[in-house]
């Protein structure tokens, strides 16, 4: 279940947007002993920076007297240096250690999103989740690398730097600290604005992303629709919401740091201003102020980069609540479960509904039995529940209500990886990766594949001799989705995958549809040959490929409406008799005479 984001209604942050932030980091596998060593290195950073001021106030205090100490400047020198290498090793330190943190991050996102559901990635657009993982997580990253870093070795030397200024004069340090409460007033409700802005931005970026997927993913259906006008606008559009929320971001950067640089101008002039009447008066020396001035510096500066943290800070909370979606999103079985047997058995739907949401089911109390080694054709209109009963058997969802078995076991009481291991897919659109045709065909076996085995699933599959014919042969780039491959060398491909698991259940969602009549002959070979060895279960549109099929299924409007042989469903199912009637275009009688194609 998804989580929801939480704000207030008045669009100011929940401290819980924080609090789960600091919570998803901390669980990241942050290197604490990395963090413990670089942490005192910066407060050994840090320290050594408030000691210079105060050495360069006794200098200069030595000019007025008349001599100059060499060794106080040999000291000096050391100090400048002993900073610039602890500095520099405990941000290389700290920076490691934030980027560390952050691989984890996404490497605990990637591994969550592969484990959940079907149905998960049905409310969530891919370019969305894409984004979140990709794009949240580098945000999240630059807070931990770039500010979180400054900050606390910032903080450290603000604090240092202030109980030195209240031991050279507490009277200057408290005008000093008269600007506190008016930064305060300043950075805590711009911070809340940045994150309303943020929220806004990552769903704009969120959308353009999945434009970008879209568009580009199919652009030959874009070229040939002369749609090209059509996904311009669209993206300018995205482009322009962008544009003016990073604008609306802008503004705010725009207010915070003239504020904030006015406030510490205005301080840097009474401070110098006081402190010049201190000085006439004989209260303090040249040097102290020096040395006080230099220390104010050291707060000033910080207290600017206080301000970039904080907005930041609610900026990068924003991007943690849309992590929460996927990290507290219920993942598929993660308990291991039963073996799947050795020998095949029958899978049976025990009075199954199913319903993708509270509407009308989809499924409606079907009883049905797959016999184990037989070949079952499920056909009827489109939207019937054909490819929603693939989609069970493939346990990508759960019955709403019934129970599906395998032999006299639920099949939920598997492990999912061992009950999928043993599920061939061949469908209509063969899906492919982008590689080569290798990496295609040994797709989604753990074990290693010999090539004598990867060859002869190639051979049953009727797609050794195309493949040889390549210049690469099974080294050829198929392109993405397999663009460089006819439909039917992508089948054959596909046969072969499914011929290399060696499965007992084999799925065929109308494989030989969109196929010319060459192709499809070669492909029909092969999936005759799979067929021999499996449970076989078919989604037919046309009707002539399954006039053999042991069991042929009829599914209307989600429920089953007869079963039969193809010649026993001509006399008995009149929608059945009125279909093959249309598709074959001529009376037939009722003693099948067409084969399999």
Known sequence: ??????????????????????????????????????????IASSLTGL?????????????????????????????FLLEALTSGVSYYMLAYAGNQTVTM?????????????????????SADVMSRIANDTDEIRTLITEHLISFFSNLLTVIGALAILFWLDWRLTLVVLLAAPLGAAIIVPIGSKMYGISMKMYDQLAQF?????????????????????????????????????????TKIYAILSPLMSMIMVVLLVAVVAYGGMRVSSGALSTGVLVSFVLLLFQVILPINTFAT???????????????KAILEAEAEQEAKGLAMPSDQRDLVFNSVSFAYSSDEPVLKNVDLTLRAGQVTALVGPSGSGKTTVFSLIERFYSPTKGMITYGDQPIDDFDIASFRSRIGYVSQESPLVHGTIRDNIVYGRMDPVTEEEMIEASKLAYAHHFISSLPNGYDTEVGERGIRLSGGQKQRIAIARAVLR???????????ASLDSDSEHEVQKALQRLMSSCTTVVIAHRLSTVTNADQIVVLEF??????????????THSSYAEWTKKQFRHNQDHTPQHAIE
């Open 51 to 79: 000691v210079w001021p105060v050495m360069t106030g006794r200098f200069i205090d030595q000019f007025t007297t008349g001599g100059v100490n060499g060794g106080l400047i040999a000291l000096l020198v050391g100090v």
């Open 105 to 125: 991050l996404r490497k605990r996102l990637w591994s969550k999103t592969l484990s959940l559901p079907i149905h998960f990635f049905d409310r969530h657009r």
């Open 1 to 42: 279940m998804e989580v929801q984001l939480e704000k207030e209604t008045s669009g100011h942050v929940k401290k819980s947007s924080v609090s789960y932030l600091y919570k998803l980091v901390s669980l990241s596998g942050m290197p604490k002993m990395l963090l413990g060593t670089a942490a005192l290195l910066s």
């Open 558 to 571: 989600g429920q089953i409406t007869g079963t039969g042989r193809h010649h026993e469903l001509l006399e």
């Open 309 to 323: 943290f904080y907005s930041n800070l609610q900026k990068v909370s924003g991007a943690a609540d849309r992590l």
């Open 209 to 249: 992303a999945s434009v970008l997927t879209q568009v580009i993913g199919e652009i030959r259906l874009v070229k040939y629709s002369n749609a090209e006008k059509r996904e311009e606008t669209n993206g300018f559009e995205k482009v322009d919401n962008l544009f003016r929320l990073s604008m609306r971001e």
């Open 502 to 512: 060696n499965p007992d259940i084999l799925l065929l969602d109308e494989a030989t």
